[in-house]
């Protein structure tokens, strides 16, 4: 089964068709990172205009590459939340109008779920039940997969989600938007026990997370530095920042892996890209017996894809929409 998926959730415009649910046939990504860079992060409006006009372009593209014509496609899938709902709407109008003018199903893909399928792309072989670290720009929560339907939220972050913490902390420090990549390079030159930044684990048994005490930190030992005149080594506040994020996600990971009883552990999401995260996390769960999966870098951040690896077992298990969805800018995990 070949599914053409659309993901135009944030600053990202993608185009995907997938085999399956497994097999990648094209997927091309049209980032819009450097009309959004001079800005410090994306504005909502500038990004839907984007969409508008690459996205016919992007699924132009996205056929030829993959050397399929529009009759060669079952199904048309597309992303209808969470995102900023101007840029989701782009998508779904999309894909309504070619599900319709096709005479396709269509299938409506929430975009957190995409992320955690952009696993079964990387390892054709993994299969629930698994638990999930979902690390991204608006998201981080441990999530129990237990089945390809079957999502269960064991805890979340209660303020900042991870990427949103590198983001803010990469601009302060003056290395740029978007912020992990930036602040996970210069992490590797500098001393990441140079300040002790605190580690939030909140109450005992809690697998929530809090990242916004750590922001307020960084944000008041810069600026203790600036007015005491004393110089700031960006690459050590970087790394020391990066540290203390890393070792609260793994820690809690791996403890709730435990507990939750699986032998297996996926990543997803743009923080998953990050290469300390990647390197402790194999370090436990290796002490601890556990199976550790993540997608390549490519597959972490936003792409089409996943949406169709997703889209197709909402669609073998009998999740279909219809020609009335609509784009949900707060869709929860586990629901459409
Ligand atoms: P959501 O998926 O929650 O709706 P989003 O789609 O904006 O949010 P993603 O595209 O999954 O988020 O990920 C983008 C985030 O990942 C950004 O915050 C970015 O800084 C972060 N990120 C990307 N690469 C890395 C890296 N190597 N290290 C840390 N963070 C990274
Ligand atoms: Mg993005
Ligand atoms: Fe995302």
Do not use: W
Request: with cysteine; hydrophobic share 40%; net charge negative.
């Amino acid at each position: 089964m070949k599914i053409l998926s659309i993901e135009t959730s944030c600053d990202e415009t993608s185009v995907a068709v997938v085999e399956d649910g497994r097999k990648v046939l094209t997927n091309r990504i049209y980032s819009q990172i450097d009309i959004h860079k001079k800005y410090g992060g994306v504005v909502p409006e500038i990004a839907s205009r984007n969409h508008v006009m690459k996205l016919p372009y992007i699924i132009e593209e996205a056929l030829e590459e993959s050397g399929l014509s529009f009759s060669d496609l079952d199904a048309i899938a597309v992303t209808n939340g969470p995102g900023l709902v101007g840029a989701l709407l782009i998508g779904v109008s999309e894909a309504k109008a070619l599900a319709y003018s096709l005479g396709l199903p269509l299938i409506g893909v929430n975009h957190i779920e995409g992320h955690i399928a952009a696993n079964f792309l990387q390892h054709p072989d993994l299969e629930p039940p698994f638990l999930t670290l979902v690390v991204s720009g608006g998201h981080s929560h441990l999530v129990m997969v237990r089945d390809y339907q079957t999502f269960e939220i064991i805890g979340k972050t209660r303020d900042d989600a991870a990427g949103e913490a590198y983001d803010k902390i990469s601009r302060v420090l003056g290395l740029g938007y978007p912020g992990g990549p930036a602040i996970d390079r210069a992490a590797k030159k500098g001393n990441s026990h140079a300040v002790e930044f605190p580690r939030v684990f909140l109450e005992k048994d809690s697998y929530d997370f809090s990242f916004s005490g750590l922001k307020s930190a960084v944000l008041n030992y810069l600026n203790s530095k600036k007015m005491k005149e004393e110089p700031i080594v960006v690459e050590d506040v970087a790394a020391s920042f990066q540290l203390a994020v890393i070792e609260v996600l793994v820690e809690k990971a791996i403890h709730c892996a435990l507990e939750q009883k699986v032998d297996k552990i996926c990543m997803a999401g743009g923080v998953s890209a990050n290469s300390l995260l990647r390197e402790m996390m194999q370090e436990k769960a290796k002490e601890n017996g556990l199976a550790l999966y993540y997608p390549a870098p490519i597959l972490c951040t936003d792409n089409a894809a996943m949406i169709g690896s997703m889209a197709y077992y909402n669609y073998i298990n009998g999740v279909k929409s219809d020609l009335y969805l609509n784009a949900v800018p707060g869709l929860k995990i586990g629901s459409r």
